[in-house]
């Protein structure tokens, strides 16, 4: 992707200005890891990138930060600048434009990102960014307490990197942390959640979880007493998360492993900004988990197919397959109560399910008020639905439509003589 932004770069020397690769991409360069986002920065004034491009959008003016289209891709070009002073330990009340580099990369969080790369693939780095990513050492730029006041989320950014890429922190860096742990408050949940679940999906999960363990981060976001009562329980014959493929499947392990009451979990992952589809995914996991597991100490719910049917139904032929995989990746989850076999049962039971949902049931609500030769509304036609339902997906009834209506029939008929 380097590779594609270069025109950019090329035409800024061009015009006679500097301009450099900036940021992670340099970082992620050096490692060898794929470049996804591409950042630049120059010497040139806002006004002037946007006069040497055809298509730009002014992204971000006031930070002088012009976004160039060019080749099909959009690229953010940011003029060298210097922030004062942080407002609520998050962004800086005001930015000026420099005319130098090193005063540009000087702003920036961790070491291994204060580095820049030209044209020609010569990087400036003049605060040992490469010497740290060779060490695998997490460090702030200058001094740490500084860097973490100015912008909180670093305070998780530093953990982030040091799990994702298996580093270790600096002890002045940690030092920092821990020591300025408490403006994590001052960072929106929304931007709490996206390192948090970078982190539980990189490849060092149980990594990221001792650390923020240790530095207590964990009690410091703006939902605390969700936070205080978080424990990951980081023993050294703890699970490891990383066997489980799914982040969502890691998430909703986590919060069972931990003891998360669901309405805790629910507010938690709904502020973290996860949406309502993903939501409602971990927590039918953790709730399938506990109804099955958890709250019947003989397992019968893991060895009756009528019952084990009724959880599919209740939580979702996805994420009781989701589960399975879980339970499978840690099994921790589940000791004692599934081996392999009686999961390989649970899941064939699963497949075979003809219909999991309504939509998926041949009938629908006008067949069956066409069979009782009535156009009313009411709670009685969910109730059928959902009984022909259960027993299609138990397999007492074929999912046809003539056979459903059958069934429907007989149930009316009983209904009828019981009234």
């Known amino acids: 992707m380097m590779r594609q932004a270069a025109p950019v770069l090329g035409r800024l020397n061009e015009a006679g200005f500097e301009a ?90 961790f070491t291994i990102n204060a580095m820049a790369m030209d044209i020609s693939g010569d990087i400036v780095d003049p605060f040992g960014g490469r010497a740290d990513l060779q060490d695998g050492i997490i460090r702030c730029v200058g001094d740490a307490d500084l860097r973490l006041q100015e912008d909180a989320l670093r305070l ?59 530095s207590g981060l964990w009690r410091e976001t703006k939902l605390s007493p969700v936070g205080e009562r978080f424990n990951v329980r980081c023993r050294r014959d703890a699970q490891d998360w990383s066997g489980v493929a799914d982040t969502d499947n890691r998430w909703a392990g986590v919060l069972l492993a931990a003891g998360i009451a669901p309405d805790a979990a629910r507010s938690w992952l709904g502020a973290f900004g996860f949406g309502k589809a993903r939501v409602d995914a971990i927590m039918n996991r953790m709730g399938l988990h506990k109804e099955a597991v958890e709250s019947d100490e003989t397992g019968e719910a893991l060895r009756s197919r009528p019952l084990w049917t009724a959880l599919v139904l209740r939580y979702g032929r996805d994420d009781a397959e989701a589960w399975l995989s879980l339970i499978g990746q840690a099994p921790g989850l589940a000791e004692g109560l599934l081996d392999e076999a009686g999961a390989a049962r649970l899941a064939e039971w699963t497949r075979a399910m003809p219909a999991a949902t309504l939509k998926e049931l041949a009938v629908n609500g006008r067949d069956l008020k066409a069979l009782a030769g009535t156009g009313k ?43």
């Open 377 to 419: 509304q009411g709670p009685w036609i969910s109730a059928l639905l959902n009984e022909l339902l259960a027993a299609c997906a138990r397999g007492d009834v074929p999912n046809e439509k003539q056979a459903l209506l059958s069934s429907a029939r007989t149930l009316l008929r009983n209904a009828k003589e019981l009234s």
């Open 20 to 109: 450099y690769y900036v940021g992670g991409c340099v970082r992620d360069a050096a490692l060898g890891r794929p470049v996804s986002d591409v950042d630049i920065a120059t010497s040139a004034q806002p006004e002037q990138v946007a006069a040497l491009f055809a298509r730009t959008l002014p992204t971000g003016l006031q930070h002088g930060t012009v976004t160039v289209l060019e080749g099909g891709r959009a690229y953010e070009v940011t003029t060298f600048r210097k922030e004062s002073v942080y407002e609520r330990h998050r962004r800086p009340s005001e930015v000026a434009f420099i005319a130098d580099l090193r005063g540009d990369l000087q702003r920036r969080d």
């Open 156 to 214: 998780l950014r530093g953990v982030r990197f040091a799990s994702v890429l298996g580093y270790r922190i600096a002890k002045s860096t940690w030092r920092a942390i821990v020591r300025h742990r408490k403006l994590l408050r001052h960072i929106a949940m929304e931007r709490v959640g996206v390192e948090l679940d970078k982190m539980l999906g990189g490849p060092f999960p149980n990594r990221a979880l001792e650390l923020l363990e240790r």
